[in-house]
């Protein structure tokens, strides 16, 4: 694995793409990529291909094209291994609390989502007929049944003739609010509902069309929906009823009937005083007694609770049978599959400790994290589980799963990003013990960490780098990551195995980012602004940072400076010859060449530098002091342009270009077409040149990601005002 070649055409954000990245000194090659040049698209692109699939362009739909060769043979999916940036809700997508490789993770969690999704779909029709809070639905059903799990409770319901649909509009909840069971448990309640239960079975004894025990009311109904709903009528098919003359062939008929007997069985005056009995005077309960009112014969009932909730869940069974057996049926179809990949996160539990053991050695985050074995709550079986532990003060520790983790919602991003890295180191362990030759395509894994976690994450990079089997390819946003990992990674392969992203019209490119010019660019400056002119010019803020960290900003050799970058009143006395006085006061041993005009003008050669630099053609290289140069010679020609325009001349202190930008608009109010397309160049000098020309150690990026080609494009704009 020492030569890996790529051409992506089409690829998301890439339209073209054609490189090779040597591994011979290292085993890892690192890119910077700008915003929006190529870094997601690129493992957007690795990702696809791992998966089997192919890589797109969703914008205009053209056709995608990619070649990727490992020592110039086709690499295979299971070879890649893209490694994302971190995503905000990456946890709360994970339904199950297993711990396996993502392959088999991604299967389980689809199986996991459609049980749960049908489960969801039931407790929600639950609810609406029981009243019952969704969350308590589940416990409550298997502990009324004496089931463990919900699945063993719907076998136990669709095996036994528990309920009546009748019974599914009765609400649970009604019945089995505490205040109704103290009632229930009231003096005398019992012995008025014994009563009620006589005086019912009294009345259907006389009944010619009920038979206690056998044919009630409720049944009744039922008998008449079913033959109404299958239609039994419709086919010409008729109904004899004991003591009822003639046939009946019509549905109303049947029901007509039957409400009549229940109408005088129910509605006998010493049934309904009984019932009044029940619930007389509690006006707690005022739901149940119109519940005994529309449904007296519950009644009956109430003498056995524990029987009455059987009674109810059957009766929702019956209302609901589809959506139970269709939760039955999905469960059923995946256990075996569940199960499976169960066992195999159980054969990688050593690979899950040691992961634990890696993360805790080597990041710092406010709590402790263990593996423990966690009780699936579908399956009844064990599975490794993250559990975080916090300790207080006082000793004091609490536990919490991922879940309630992320209910508790106490995680900073970066935080949530190291828990994250887990997963990460989890999955380099499973490669390692596979034995399998890699390439790991990782994408920004470092964003966003502080400085501790994110030398711990190129610490270990590095030792991923050095295993036979891995080959990384690391991309990154972040110019600090690039340089350390440019030091501690590839040392002395940095020359070769580091790259800039940079985007040519159609093309993107990868330029030599190892070199002195990019790692230390104030070095190369210092030695030698003398002899190139885009370094003379740039060696000027440089020398001005300097001078203000050493002796403030107050000092005549920081306020000539900032007359060579800015438009004052003194700007055009300064010389090249007064540069080098200064520049050789601060940084010892330095002279401008006597090639040089010294008697020069510091702002023309400012503008003949830029001029020179908008005609050169540009290589495949890195120059940061063009950029620095031409963002200087900007902003002066835009401050030129401004004072000109400007009525009010008086001195500006501090910010001066955007002070001066303000005083233009505010002159300018109301602002005409003409004015508009003036104030939006000059837009652009304000929001693209400060941070390039005011430079230190830690402000890289605005240089990195600033386009050359833009920055010439733009003095073209300003020097046409």
Known sequence: MKLLSVKLKNCYGIPSFEDEFDFNKSNANLIYAPNGVMKTSFAKTFLQISKGLLPEEKIHNNT?????????????????????????????????TLLVNSEKKERYD???????????????ELNKLSKIKKEEIESYLNKDLGFLDIFKAIEFLSSEEVGNVEFSRIQYKIIFDNKVLELLEGDGVKENICDYISRYNELLDKSTLFSKGIFNPIKANEVSNTLKKEKFFEAKHQVILNGIDGIIDDPKLLEK??????????????????????????????????????????????IDLEKLKIKLWGSYYLAKKELFLDLLSKFETSKAELT?????????????????KIFKERFHVPFSIEIENHTNAILGTKAPNVVFSFESEDGQTKKYNRGQLNSLDVLSVGERRALYLLYVIFEFKAR??????????????????DYKNKYAIIEYLKEMADESNFRLLVMTHNFDFYRTFQGRVLDTAKWDNSHVAQKY??????????????????????????TNDAMLVSIIPFVRNLIEYKDGNKVQDYISLT?????????????????????????????????????????????????NL?????????????????????????????????????EIKGSQTGHLFDRLVKENFPITPEFSEIRKILSQVILMTPENIHINSFMYEPLMDMSYHHLIKLYGAVKGL
């Open 64 to 96: 995608s094209t990619f070649e990727i060769l490992f020592d110039g043979d086709p690499i295979s999916p299971d070879e890649i291994l893209v490694i994302e940036p971190f995503i905000p809700d990456y946890e709360s997508k994970n339904i199950s």
């Open 110 to 124: 689809q199986i996991y989502k459609d049980i749960l999704s049908a489960k969801n779909k039931l407790i929600s």
């Open 257 to 302: 009937i039957i409400e009549k007997e229940k109408e005088e069985i129910l509605s006998d005056a010493n049934l309904k005083i009984i019932s009044q009995k029940i619930v007389d005077g509690v006006a707690s309960v005022k739901s149940f007694q119109e519940l005994i009112e529309k449904f007296p014969e519950i009644s009956v009932d109430l």
């Open 340 to 356: 499976s990949i169960e066992n195999e996160a159980r054969l990688e539990e050593t690979l899950w400790f040691e992961a634990q």
């Open 432 to 449: 390692l013990v596979s034995g399998k030759r890699t390439l790991i395509v990782i994408d920004d894994i470092a964003d966003s960490f």
């Open 505 to 530: 019209g159609g093309e993107i490119k990868l330029l030599k980012g190892g070199n002195k010019d990019v790692s230390s660019p104030f070095d190369l400056w210092k030695s030698k602004f003398g």
């Open 563 to 611: 007359s060579m970058l800015h438009i004052k009143q003194d700007t055009n006395s300064f010389k090249i010859s007064d540069l080098e006085d200064i520049v050789s006061r601060v940084v010892k041993g330095t002279s401008i060449p006597s090639s040089y005009d010294k008697t020069q003008l510091i702002l023309d050669k400012i503008y003949e530098t830029a001029e």
């Open 614 to 650: 908008c005609s050169a053609s540009m290589g495949d290289e890195i120059f940061l002091e063009n950029k620095v140069a031409l963002s200087i010679a900007i902003r002066l020609k835009a401050e030129e342009f401004m004072w000109s325009q400007v009525s009010d001349k008086s």
